[in-house]
């Protein structure tokens, strides 16, 4: 990891949980460390398969972050010892 991190130094490696509620066809990224949270849910519900109903929530260390957060601002607050930005994907039906 120490490598991605070196290489791309304007990007933040992320890494879905395997303990999400989705089905999603990639697991690791390199997201642009300017791009918000919104953006990246905006992102994966392109590439995942949800009703109308059904709304996506992003936990970082257990907690639920701004959606106007940052990947840089996150990945300085909740970075895991192997460098990775660890999330956890769950789904969650809504009135709609």
Do not use: C, Q
Request: avoid cysteine; charged fraction near 35%; charge should be positive.
């Amino acid at each position: 990891m120490e490598e991605v991190v070196r290489r791309h130094p304007d990007r933040v490696p992320v890494k879905i949980d395997e303990e999400s509620d989705i089905d999603i066809d990639r697991r690791k990224y390199l997201i642009p460390r300017t791009m918000t949270l919104g953006d990246f849910v905006t992102y994966l519900r392109k590439r995942i398969k949800l009703e109308p109903s059904e709304a996506v929530f992003i936990l970082i260390g257990g907690v639920l972050p701004p959606i106007s957060s940052t990947f840089e601002t996150l990945y300085i607050t909740h970075v895991s010892k192997d460098r990775l930005l660890r999330i956890l994907l769950k789904k969650e039906n809504t009135f709609g």
